[in-house]
Nanobody, 127 residues
Framework: QVQLVESGGGLVQPGGSLRLSCQVSGFTLDDYAIYWVRQAPGKEREGVSCIVGSGGRTNYADTVKGRFTMSRDKAENTVYLEMNTLKPDDTAVYYC????????????????????WGQGIQVTVSS
């Protein structure tokens, strides 16, 4: 059974940092591309970042490039999103999602179609 479980969200002041974690089960990270997708009230869903392949190639939306870093620990079956220099516009529910790597290829793009979703976790950036 495939499961993705996010943790690490919360309230942070502008300019602060948070690290989200996504614990996956039911598949290995080499076989799936993993994405972070966010949804803010009144805004369109946005693919934020992705990681794919045995080498862990990453890609980021322009809105977070240079501020967010995605990584993974294959031994722990966990994917991370390190978020720095957070802005109020980063406020959203963040979802960890997965898509079979055979469909994605060697390069992922953050906005894609997703096979599996986590339950989501709230990130609020406010003073």
């Amino acid at each position: 059974q495939v499961q993705l479980v996010e943790s690490g969200g919360g309230l942070v002041q502008p300019g602060g940092s948070l690290r989200l974690s996504c614990q996956v089960s039911g598949f290995t990270l080499d076989d799936y591309a993993i994405y972070w997708v966010r949804q803010a009230p009144g805004k369109e869903r946005e693919g934020v970042s992705c990681i794919v392949g045995s080498g862990g190639r990453t890609n980021y939306a322009d809105t977070v490039k240079g501020r967010f870093t995605m990584s993974r620990d294959k031994a722990e079956n966990t994917v991370y999103l390190e978020m720095n220099t957070l802005k109020p516009d980063d406020t959203a529910v963040y979802y960890c999602t997965a898509t079979a790597a055979v469909r994605v290829g060697v390069v992922c793009v953050p906005d894609y179609t997703y096979d599996y979703w986590g339950q989501g976790i709230q990130v609020t950036v406010s003073s």
